[in-house]
């Protein structure tokens, strides 16, 4: 839903170790893409699993409004009639994707090459967003945009009636870019091409292939070439959707700092193009260990354990990692905030355009709290002050992003003093029990007054 409700201002104290076993929700990314290619399937998608965060429930709204039938069943039960690709009707009023980026661009790549218009909307912190990265993409198979300066929403776009199909290099590492190329590129006749110099999440591509399109990924010395072949009749699938990764950082990175904690984390997904924050840990000398590795779904799964960790050094980020660990910045920056040295990330301008500018939100917030934060326009070093070192004390602003409050309030668990959030409001659009979760493991995180 665009805006949001009052702010509801939050502080987390020191706790003692964290211990038990924390059932994160389901994934994001895989579970906004199960109900967009459940829509453009004919016949009835069953997902498992799904995660019922705002964003993911914004794009639900916004697939009966394109006329496929959403029903849920139970929890995390969902079922999916899909009207087949090319069969989207014209929503009858604006199409509000809230707080989700992933949401607005992979909806608006799938409404793009079919006959109809839609105008799309979100909340103040997606209508700050630049769209023109997607758009100008769509622009090619014949869309054609209308919307704010800057290429921002809210904006308008009516679709191709003859799309052509589209060879295109992403110019950043961006999968909502990617994805949204690829499934404008399933109303298409012929082949359309996306190729990526650097490797981001591949849940598109995974999930495509599910549902019997004809695609391929090749690798060359240009990067990955992602072939699609228009127009096909997707089936239907039963979907169970993983843990996610990106919530579960949340739990793990707080055992790691919390004296004595010691976390399992079952049934995480880890498909290599998001697991680069557990790589970075262990280089860091995290006690983090894999457990039960398996495949489910066609996705890598495996219970995490995180224990306390008390030696961890900070170090420099491998840039080429970035975008398999780009919603992970965040709360790594406040383990490195525990480390002994300087962890540097280099190679991360994209942080700049989420749901806030996370270089700025998490410098700013860091250092209220007595860490030294330095920052560039690609980059970011954080200076460790070891175990239990960190000052706390501070007030910070969650500027609208989930993942800022869930760090700050990470923070809290193992600083000194009490770390306040202005507003965690925003955890709802991603990990709606993160607070009931992380209480149950031993967090003190309690409602403050402003
Ligand atoms: C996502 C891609 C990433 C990520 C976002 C989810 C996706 O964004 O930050 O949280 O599901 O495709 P970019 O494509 O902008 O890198």
């Given amino acids: 839903m665009s805006g949001h409700g009052d702010p509801v201002p939050m502080t987390s104290r020191r706790a003692e170790a964290l211990r038990g076993v924390a059932e994160v929700p389901g994934d994001k990314s895989i579970s906004h893409r199960a109900l967009i290619l459940g829509a453009m399937a004919v016949g009835e998608t069953r997902i498992t699993g799904l995660l019922e965060g705002q964003d993911v429930l914004d794009t639900a709204r916004a697939m009966r409004a394109f006329g496929a039938g959403v029903e849920q069943h139970g929890p995390g039960e969902w079922s999916v009639f899909g009207v087949g690709?090319?069969?989207?009707?014209?929503?009858?009023?604006?199409?509000?994707?809230?707080?989700?980026?992933?949401?607005?661009?992979?909806?608006?790549?799938?409404?793009?090459?079919?006959?109809?218009?839609?105008?799309?909307?979100?909340?103040?912190?997606?209508?700050?967003?630049?769209?023109?990265?997607?758009?100008?993409?769509?622009?090619?198979?014949?869309?054609?945009?209308?919307?704010?300066?800057?290429?921002?929403?809210?904006?308008?776009?009516?679709g191709a009636a003859e799309p052509v199909p589209v060879r295109y290099t992403v110019p950043v590492p961006s999968a909502q870019v990617k994805s949204a190329v690829l499934l404008a590129g399933l109303n298409a006749p012929g082949q359309t091409v996306v190729i990526e110099a650097e490797a981001t999440r591949d849940h598109t591509e995974r999930m495509l292939a599910g549902f019997g399109a004809d695609i391929a990924t090749e690798m060359t010395e240009a990067g990955r070439v992602i072939t699609l072949t228009g127009q096909p009749e997707l089936r239907p699938q039963a979907i169970d959707v993983p843990r996610d990764p990106s919530s579960a950082a949340f739990p793990v990175c707080a055992a790691l700092i919390c004296e004595g904690s010691d976390v399992l984390v079952p049934g995480i997904g880890l498909n290599p193009t998001r697991a680069g924050l557990y790589e970075t840990l262990r280089d860091m000398g995290a006690d983090l260990t894999y457990e039960n590795m398996r495949e489910e779904g066609g996705e890598p799964v495996a219970d995490l354990r995180a224990r306390y960790s008390p030696d961890m050094k900070g170090i420099e980020v491998p840039p080429e990692r970035a975008a398999s660990m780009i919603d992970e910045y965040p709360i790594l920056s406040v383990v490195a905030a525990f480390a002994e040295g300087r962890t540097m990330m280099r190679g991360v301008r994209e942080l700049r355009v989420k749901e806030s500018d996370r270089i700025a939100a998490m410098a700013t917030g860091l250092r209220a709290n007595g860490v030294t934060v330095e920052d560039g326009p690609d980059w970011w070093a954080v200076s460790g002050m070891g175990p239990g070192g960190v000052p706390g004390g501070g007030?910070?602003?969650?500027?609208?992003?989930?993942?800022?409050?869930?760090?700050?309030?990470?923070?809290?668990?193992?600083?000194?003093?009490?770390?306040?959030?202005?507003?965690?409001?925003?955890?709802?659009?991603?990990?709606?029990?993160?607070?009931?979760?992380?209480?149950?493991?031993g967090a003190r995180i309690e409602r403050s007054n402003r």
Wanted: include cysteine; charged fraction near 15%; hydrophobic fraction near 45%.
């Fill in 395 to 441: 007030m910070t602003a969650s500027h609208l992003d989930h993942r800022i409050a869930m760090s700050f309030l990470s923070l809290g668990m193992a600083a000194k003093k009490a770390v306040r959030v202005d507003d965690a409001g925003p955890i709802a659009t991603s990990f709606p029990i993160f607070g009931t979760l992380m209480a149950g493991l």
């Fill in 85 to 158: 690709v090319g069969g989207f009707a014209e929503p009858e009023q604006v199409i509000d994707c809230g707080n989700s980026g992933t949401g607005v661009r992979l909806i608006m790549g799938a409404m793009a090459t079919s006959p109809i218009a839609a105008t799309f909307t979100g909340d103040a912190s997606l209508n700050g967003r630049p769209m023109a990265r997607v758009t100008d993409p769509l622009a090619l198979f014949g869309t054609q945009v209308m919307g704010r300066s800057g290429g921002r929403l809210p904006m308008t776009l009516t």
